[in-house]
């Protein structure tokens, strides 16, 4: 579901709309379905910011924003669900050409992907109920540093 709002995105905007994409839109874990509690006041707020700069409002699956995360972590970072629609939704306009590939964009990460531990473990382990296209299965290991290095040392030239 996409609706929009007349004119064009700035930089700015973007960064705006990302901003609200984050405080807005999460929904929380597939097994609870509930919108997280917001108060009227803080909805009217971000319609007023849509309005005020041209903004527009997309929609990022729990498959989608659960992908997006993962993508990130490649990056070295831990991110979490929210981060994750805004990072999915981003995706979308970058593929719709709504932002630029060659644009910069600021993705503002409000919280840790600790916070959503059993989300992340759920994602990688495949338990959520949805197909996963970055999964990195978790590896057991016995506690030694020795264990580690080769476990790495094993990944590192599967990728080579």
């Known amino acids: ?3 929009h709002l007349p004119g064009e995105l700035s930089f700015f905007r973007r960064i705006e709309y990302v901003r609200i994409c984050i405080e807005c839109t999460y929904l929380g874990p597939k097994n609870s379905r509930e919108k997280q509690p917001q108060s009227l006041l803080s909805i009217a707020k971000a319609i007023r910011t849509l309005k005020q700069f041209n903004g527009m409002v997309l929609d990022a699956s729990e498959q989608e924003l659960a992908d997006a995360t993962a993508v990130g972590d490649l990056t070295g970072m ?15 306009l970058v593929d719709a050409k709504k932002i630029e590939r060659s644009e910069r964009v600021v993705v503002i ?7 959503f ?12 109920g949805f197909q996963r296209a970055h999964a990195n299965r978790p590896i057991e290991l016995p506690p030694s540093v020795g ?10 030239e599967r990728r080579a």
């Open 1 to 3: 579901m996409q609706h």
């Open 117 to 128: 531990s059993d989300f992340r473990v759920g994602y990688h382990e495949g338990t959520l």
């Open 78 to 92: 831990f991110t979490d669900p929210h981060t994750g629609v805004a990072l999915a939704v981003l995706k979308k």
């Open 147 to 156: 264990a580690v290095k080769d476990a790495l040392r094993r990944g590192l």
């Open 109 to 115: 990460s409000t919280a840790n992907g600790l916070k």
